[in-house]
């Protein structure tokens, strides 16, 4: 087993929060076919901050109206993005992580809206020690630029970094740079959250234990 990392980053979506519903098929039922592909593919330029969500799912309403289809509002597609919920138990599991002194920080592609609904409803910025959302650094996962941006401000060895991530494109993404990723099944639940980690937080067992 290898040594601690210094530092931990954290996926957001099916790591530590769980949407409520499937976003996709919702948005496709509301309007039609290839709607959530449409919508998603708008977000793109507010997931690596070159604009506000809020103005490109603006044109993109107006695009769908001149095509005559019947759209939703930018507060209903809005609203989307609220609808999820934090994992309790993987919240404990990263609260263990800070306990053994490991400080956690966030690493997530988010865009200017979620980023403010995250902060504000859900107070992630005192959940962890410091965050990385995409729309802040200028660069989306898997691009090498978002994990290079976080390297160069943390002034550390890649491999003094770790990361969890749901999705085994980030993950490959992050090894490609040297840090030591892993990948995190969401059908695994704490338990498997706890394994997927111990190789980078070998001290986790006994900080949750001692919870």
């Not at 209903?76 to 800070?98: G, K, N, S």
């Not at 200017?112 to 020690?129: C, G, Q, S, T």
């Amino acid at each position: 087993m290898g040594a601690a990392v210094d530092v931990l980053l954290w996926d957001c979506d099916g790591v530590l929060q769980h949407g409520r519903f499937d976003w996709r098929s919702r948005l496709d039922r509301s309007v039609g076919p290839g709607f959530a592909h449409r919508v998603f593919e708008a977000e793109l330029p507010a997931l690596r901050g070159e604009r506000p969500l809020r103005e490109v799912l603006e044109d993109l309403l107006e695009r769908e109206s001149a095509a005559g289809h019947t759209p939703v509002t930018v507060e209903d597609l809005l609203d989307i993005w609220e609808q999820f919920d934090l994992d309790p138990e993987a919240v404990a599991v990263l609260t263990a992580v800070r306990d053994s002194g490991v400080p956690c920080l966030l690493a997530t592609n988010q865009q200017d809206h979620r980023v403010r609904f995250m902060r504000e409803a859900h107070d992630y910025d005192d959940l962890v020690d410091g965050s990385y959302y995409s729309s802040e650094v200028g660069a989306m996962k898997p691009d090498r630029a978002f994990f290079e941006h976080i390297l160069a401000d943390l002034d550390l060895p890649p491999e003094r970094v770790g990361f969890v991530d749901d999705l085994a494109v980030n993950v490959a993404a992050a090894r490609a740079v040297g840090i030591r990723a892993v990948r995190h099944d969401p059908a695994s639940g704490a338990e498997g959250l706890v394994a997927t980690l111990e190789p980078l937080v070998p001290d986790l067992p006994l900080a949750l234990n001692a919870r």
